[in-house]
């Protein structure tokens, strides 16, 4: 069963950056693309970005232009350079296959004060 191990969080304040890991199980990527997700207090959880196998990256237009998403296949790794942070950006950061699996993490809590 595949499982996520996701790590990086913290505090930081408006305008700084933080980077998101997040260890994964299987040979998942090899198949599905790769996502990170969102949950923002009171908000149901939302996509942020997608790397695919070839390398194809989707991102959310919240975040196009100071988030990235990259990978390293022989750590089955997956990380979110977060840049120009705002305090809407704070919420528990999940990675996960897209489209997910039933199974999560337990997330990452990312905190930006303004």
């Known amino acids: 069963q595949v499982q996520f191990v996701e790590s990086g969080g913290g505090l930081v304040q408006s305008g700084g950056s933080l980077m998101l890991s997040c260890t994964f199980s299987g040979s998942i990527f090899s198949v599905y693309p790769m996502g990170w997700y969102r949950q923002r207090p009171g908000k149901q959880r939302e996509l942020v970005a997608t790397?695919?196998?070839?390398?194809?990256?989707y991102y959310a237009d919240f975040v196009k232009g100071r988030f990235t998403i990259s990978r390293d296949n022989a750590k089955n790794t997956v990380y979110l350079q977060m840049n120009s942070l705002k305090p809407e950006d704070t919420a528990v950061y999940y990675c996960n296959r897209d489209p997910p699996a039933s199974v999560w993490g337990q997330g990452t809590q990312a905190t930006v004060s303004s």
């Open positions: 790397m695919t196998p070839g390398g194809m990256n």
